[in-house]
């Protein structure tokens, strides 16, 4: 026999003076191969159409049904009901800008985030659509492409104790696009020009090492492996630069 789920959605209209951020008690009966995305839908086509969440491609792909589920954020539409107990409460990402109920606004952060680190390929060299295009080894191209596979759902930040305290902590989406960027042999910037952005602590200095970020992450992103890459490769930067080499 099916369950009946409980659920505890965090209600909250910014917009509107009259809204005060509470919690609401929805029941649904479950269904086969029910996800999160499914049940809100439900919720939201049966019992109350104001309900507001995000979603769009419900494949993980998007990145925008990004939500705390029983305390862990993650992807809604990636979230099957037969995994969560019977009761299961729903809040919005923290530290990004409510829109309203479970909706946030990760856009804007990822905009400020991608400004931030310049992200970006610096060169010198013109364009020249006429030029064939250059070569990239193939290992090198799959090492990067593995660290573009992020799909900008804003969990790792969300669940990270820095981007808690410090709103402008690029967070490990954006020590990871670094990461990147310095990867990728036509980024002319060197350590140095890395350096004057991450080498801080609202980059790879603020960053306490707990890895909540990786554990998170429904891309699974070596972020571990990266965070620790750029501090070392950061350390030895601001070596060199105390010793004037
Ligand atoms: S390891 Fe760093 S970036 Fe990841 S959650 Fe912890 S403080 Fe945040
Ligand atoms: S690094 Fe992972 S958790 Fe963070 S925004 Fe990208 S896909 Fe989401
Ligand atoms: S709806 Fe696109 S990732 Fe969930």
């Known amino acids: ?3 009946q789920l409980l659920f505890n959605i965090f209600r909250y209209n910014p917009q509107d003076p009259e809204s005060a ?3 609401e008690r929805f029941a649904l009966d479950e269904s086969d191969a029910m996800t999160l995305h499914l049940a809100l839908t439900r919720i939201r086509e049966e019992q109350d159409p104001s309900l507001q ?16 589920i029983n305390g862990r954020p993650g992807l809604a539409c990636r979230v099957a009901t037969r995994d969560l107990p019977d009761e299961i409460t729903l809040l919005p990402l923290p ?22 680190t310049e992200s970006w390929i610096h060169t010198r ?24 596979r992020c799909v900008e759902c804003g969990c790792c930040v969300a669940a990270c104790a820095t981007a808690r305290l410090r709103p402008d902590f690029l967070g490990a989406a954006g020590l990871n696009r670094v990461a990147r960027f310095r990867a990728d042999p036509r980024d002319e910037r060197t350590d ?19 890895l909540a970020c990786e554990d998170v992450c429904p891309q699974h992103l070596p972020l571990r492996n990266r965070l620790g890459f750029l501090r070392r490769k950061m350390g030895v930067t601001a070596l060199k630069q105390f010793f004037g080499k």
């Not at 530290?95 to 946030?104: H, I, K």
């Not at 140095?192 to 707990?210: A, P, Q, S, V």
């Open 95 to 116: 530290v990004f800008q409510l829109v309203g109920d479970l909706s946030v606004d990760t856009g804007s952060w990822f905009r400020d985030m991608y400004d931030a």
């Open 21 to 23: 951020p509470h919690l």
């Open 192 to 210: 140095r020009d890395y350096y004057e952005i991450i080498g801080n602590d609202l980059g790879i200095f603020g960053c306490m090492g707990l």
């Open 1 to 3: 026999m099916n369950r």
């Open 125 to 148: 060299e013109l364009f020249d659509p006429a030029k064939p295009e250059k070569r990239m080894d193939n290992a090198l191209a799959e090492s990067i492409h593995e660290l573009d």
């Open 53 to 68: 969440f995000d979603f769009c491609c419900r494949a993980g792909v998007c990145g925008s049904c990004g939500m705390v």
